[in-house]
């Protein structure tokens, strides 16, 4: 799993969780340009290692260039897939990234409430383990990288190791830029 590199609205401390706002806005800023690079480098022969490789991407744009810094390193073209999404944060839109902290207290303790609109960490659940049940229905698939953003990343992470998603806050935070690896044997 591959976390976007620091975009604009990290920069910015603000919500951009909708595409209709992140598609064409919101990119890397050059340290979230090396930070992905760097962390791509880093994991490049474990990767190569598993081949063949599909890179699987958000739609917003600092995924794609995210991806595209992946895709110059590894020389796989990532596949956009829009299961990969950031959650959607609903009314707290474009306001101060101070608003996670809302949706996150309600996470572990009514994972299916919607606050201020936000998407469940079971929708998110569901729709990225879709992508990943598919990819391995195939049998030439080996190894994937998922180019996401945070809390879908971390969602996730919970899926590949059997926990309740409602936890996702509880693990280690991926940082801006990171790869984290994670092995067929850890998911459920």
Known sequence: MLRHGRSEA?????????????EHAFGLIESGRA??????????????????????MSPFLRTRETAAIA??????????????????????????????????????????????????VYEVADRTSELILEAESDPDFSTGLIVTHC?????????FQGLDPRHHRSLDPIGTGEVRLFNKSAQS
Not at 72 to 90: A, N, T
């Open 71 to 120: 895709e110059e390193i590894l020389g796989v073209k990532p596949e956009v897939d829009g299961r990969l999404r950031e959650r959607d944060f609903g009314e707290f839109e474009l306001l101060s990234d101070d608003h996670y902290e809302l949706v996150w207290k309600v996470d572990p303790v009514n994972p299916t409430e919607h606050p201020g609109g936000a998407e469940t």
């Open 35 to 56: 930070e992905a690079e760097a962390s791509v480098r880093e994991a490049a022969s474990k990767l190569h290692e598993q081949a063949p490789l599909r890179i699987f």
């Open 151 to 159: 809390d879908v990343a971390m969602i996730l992470s919970c899926v």
């Open 10 to 22: 990290n920069e910015k401390g603000i919500v951009a969780s909708q595409l209709t706002n992140a």
